[in-house]
C-alpha cells in the first residue's frame, strides 16, 4: 500500500487532532480530511466518509449516494463514493479508522491485534525463531500501525527472542509507548535502548522483582481473579496514563489471551505464503467440542500486501 507524503500526514494528524464537541464524523476528498459537524459541510468533492455510527441518521439524506463499506470498528460507519479507486479504499480501509478511534470514548483503550503467521497458523518456529514470516511491505505498514496507536503491546518471550526496537523508524510518525506483558523482568535488558520511547512493564501484583527500575520508566502492576479481571485492571490503569489504544503484536500466549477475553476487538493477520508444520501457534484456545462454540469473526476484509495478504475482522 503506497501512500503519498501528503496524505500519510494528514491520517496522522487525525490521531492527535482536537475534535468538536458535535462532530459527526469525517469527510475525505481525495487528499484531505475535514471534520463534519451537519449536512453543510459535506460537498461534492467528498469521495468518502467515516461518521461515528449514533449519527448517520442525520445525514440520511445525503448518504443515499454513498456505499456503505463493512468495517471491524465499533462505533464507526464507512461510506465512498464510486469515484474511490481500489488502492484508496484499502488505504483507508486499513488507516484511518485508527487514526480517530481515540476520538471514541470509550472505558478501556481500544486493542488492535497485528501479527505476521504462516498459512497453517504459526508464529514462529518451535525455537522462536520468526524473522522474517511477513514480507517487506507488512514490515512498512506494522510501523505504520504503531504510529497510529498510542502504544505497542509485547510478551517478555517476544523480547527475549526478537529483541525488537518497537519504534517507527520505518515510517514517519511518533514513537509508541513500549508495553512489555512480563512476570520476570530481569532477563528484559536485551530491549534495545531507544531513548525516544517510553517503556512500562506489565506484571501481576502477586510478582515482586526488586531490579526492574534501571529498565523501565513505569512499572504497572495488576490484579484480580480470573484471566478476564486481571487484563481489564491493567487496561484500566493502562487509560489512566492517557493510552486510548494498544497495539498488541504478540507472542502466542500474549495475543491468545486478549482474543479469549474477548478484549481485543479487531484481529489482523498477514498470512504469509509459508507451510511450518509445527512450532508456536499464533492463537490457542481452551478446546471446544462444536463447531458453534468457537469464536466468531464479523465484518473481515482482506487487503493483498506484495506476495501475501492480510485479513482484518472484528471479533464477536
Request: aromatic share 8%; charged share 20%; hydrophobic share 35%.
Amino acid at each position: 500500500m503506497n501512500i503519498s507524503k501528503v496524505l500519510w500526514q494528514n491520517i496522522l494528524d487525525l490521531k492527535n487532532k482536537s475534535t468538536s464537541e458535535h462532530c459527526l464524523g469525517w469527510a475525505f476528498d481525495g487528499t484531505y480530511f475535514s471534520e463534519l459537524l451537519d449536512d453543510d459541510n459535506l460537498d461534492d468533492n467528498c469521495t468518502a466518509l467515516l461518521l461515528k455510527s449514533n449519527s448517520s441518521h442525520t445525514l440520511k439524506t445525503k448518504l443515499s449516494t454513498f456505499k456503505h463499506i463493512t468495517i471491524p470498528f465499533e462505533g464507526l460507519s464507512f461510506y465512498t463514493s464510486s469515484a474511490i479507486s481500489n488502492d484508496t479504499l484499502n488505504i483507508l480501509q486499513n488507516y484511518w479508522p485508527l487514526s480517530v478511534l481515540p476520538h471514541l470514548n470509550t472505558e478501556l483503550p481500544h486493542i488492535f491485534i497485528h501479527s505476521a503467521i504462516s498459512l497453517d497458523g504459526y508464529l514462529a518456529t518451535s525455537s522462536g525463531h520468526s524473522h522474517w514470516i511477513g514480507n517487506d511491505e507488512n514490515l512498512i505498514h506494522a510501523h505504520r500501525l504503531r504510529a497510529l496507536s498510542d502504544a505497542v503491546l509485547v510478551g517478555g518471550k517476544t523480547v527475549l527472542n526478537d529483541k525488537p526496537s518497537l519504534n517507527v523508524r520505518h515510517v514517519k510518525g511518533d514513537n509508541p509507548i513500549r508495553l512489555i506483558l512480563s512476570n520476570k523482568c530481569k532477563d528484559l535488558s536485551s530491549l534495545k535502548d531507544i531513548s525516544e520511547c517510553k517503556t512500562y512493564l506489565l506484571r501481576d501484583s502477586e510478582y515482586d522483582y526488586d531490579n526492574c527500575a534501571n529498565h523501565f520508566d513505569k512499572i504497572i502492576s495488576f490484579n484480580g481473579v480470573s484471566k478476564k479481571d486481571r487484563l481489564v485492571d491493567l487496561l484500566q490503569q493502562c487509560k489512566t496514563e492517557n493510552i486510548r489504544s494498544i497495539l498488541v503484536e504478540g507472542g502466542g500466549t500474549t495475543l491468545s489471551s486478549f482474543i479469549e477475553t474477548k478484549l481485543a476487538k479487531i484481529v489482523q493477520f498477514h498470512i504469509s505464503p509459508m507451510l511450518f508444520g509445527c512450532g508456536i501457534k499464533a492463537v490457542e484456545l481452551p478446546e471446544v467440542n462444536l463447531v458453534n462454540e468457537t469464536l466468531k469473526l464479523k465484518d473481515m476484509h482482506v487487503t493483498p500486501i506484495g506476495n501475501s495478504f492480510m485479513v482484518t475482522a472484528g471479533l464477536l
